[in-house]
């Protein structure tokens, strides 16, 4: 490889244009006409399509290797371990973790952060203490420190954000204080595509010694994730939403936390041997891998992994980052639209309202056209608040999405005022 | 298969009319009955007022914000309940609800409101046609909580 890269005129692999075309055929959902028209899917932050290599891992685990994990000692039972196995070493790779004990299979980022409020949360937050999140957090980052703080007599802090939707670090700062107990925030916000400078705040609650849990559900689709670099104590993710089934995801925490964390949920393959006198917990990650996992959707995250690294998660990165801008420029050029989130930092989503003209009505008028989009509150209601706005429209966008796609989006944009006026 | 034509039927001029102005709104002062209607998912938000005199109603409004489609409706369902009783009333959103959700009935019967019979080709747009007619019953039977179509 090294010699390769030394000859000028030589490709290297990154230098391959993405073949956008050619990553379209690998979708078999994306091929079809929505009321007459070729479906433009532009929902990705609610939930990505998957490429044929899910679906037939799906069916061939279902057809050849369904088995129960961890116990057989049949060959179906060895193969189906085997398999799920080898997706938490993909999934501990791809966001560079130290060790495939710090991945904990999930549901999805939701359950991967009520494990973490439920378990770390409950043994280290008490009466008086503080949660610390952000202003642009999904519901899923919202809700389970809420209950936590309510059982605890503890109090959620938000840290405010600016017009263009940015974290306002000196604010967040000035939030940490010895009363906090842990920070949670979203690496990607879905409503406003904000990225969040993660790092440095990890940075400044370490500095304080107080723990950090990244909600990554979109971040892992868009933008290589090193946990370690990132040095965040917990990284919660969605299978969903990168390319996999749904009902799968996975809790990144660092081993250090997690053997010292309470169990969550007990019952089979948690536990090491088990009297009615004493229970002995299973060691990492099945600790808190109570009863039988969703296996057949792990492994097909695990082979979602493997298809986003082929592509490259750079290059996906890069070309997502040039169908926001070309986006941003055509939709801003429409009379009347105003885009929700203007962050200097930001990746794969664009929000924006119409003067007079309700989210919903212009969801209706592009589904006609075969374009869906997401209209709403986006599970962020504070994040509207902030805005005054009940909801936007929000486009978002995944690694098969073209340039025709986003002229599209503009065209269905400019119909929405031809039909209300 | 949805085309321009389904869309123009749902999106017909008098309901883009209404939504762009819309009759009997704003707070009734004094309302002896009234209640809210709020859809969060989408965002459509509204409060119904309305007063009752010698067992009709004598008085409508309602305040709010939402599509075009929700608050159209709402204008237009003002203007048909002026003067009708609880009866009437409730009988004219059993009409109305069939009509929109596609479960036929006497189209004639409903007079103007006929031109939400487009709302049945989009399923998911009922929720925002019947919404004030939710929370106009909801007033009408003294309800306390805010009522949802979601």
Redesign the interface.
Known sequence: MSTVAKTPHAIQPEFVAYDVQKVREDFPILHQQV??KPLVYLDNAATTQKPFAVIEALEHYYSRDNSNIHRGVHELSERATNAYEKARAAVQQFINAADTREIIFVRGATEAINLVAQTYGRKNVGTGDEVLITAMEHHSNIVPWQILCEEKGAKLRVAPINERGELVLEEFEKLLTRNTKIVAVGHLSNALGTINPVKKIVKMAHAQNIPVLVDGAQAAPRMKVDVQDLDCDFYAVSGHKMYAPTGIGFLYGKARLLEAMPPWQGGGDMIASVTFEKTVYNRLPYKFEAGTPNIADTIGLGVAVEYLNNLGVDRIEEHEADLLAYATQEVQKIPGVTIIGTAREKAGVLSFIME??????IG??L??EGIAVR???HCA?PV?QRYN???TVRASFGLYNTRDEVEALARGIRKVRE??? | MSDDRELRDLYQEVILEHSKKPRNYGVLQSADHQAEGYNPLCGDHYTIFVNVKDSAISEISFQGSGCAISRASASMMTQALKGKSQAEAEALFTRFHDLVTGHGGDANALGKLAVFAGVSEYPLRVKCATLAWHAMRAALRGEQQAVSTE
Do not use: C, F, K
């Open positions: 009321h007459g007079d003209i309700h989210p919903h009505d209706t008028i589904d006609s209209t709403g509150h209601q509207m706005i009940p909801a039909v209300l006026g």
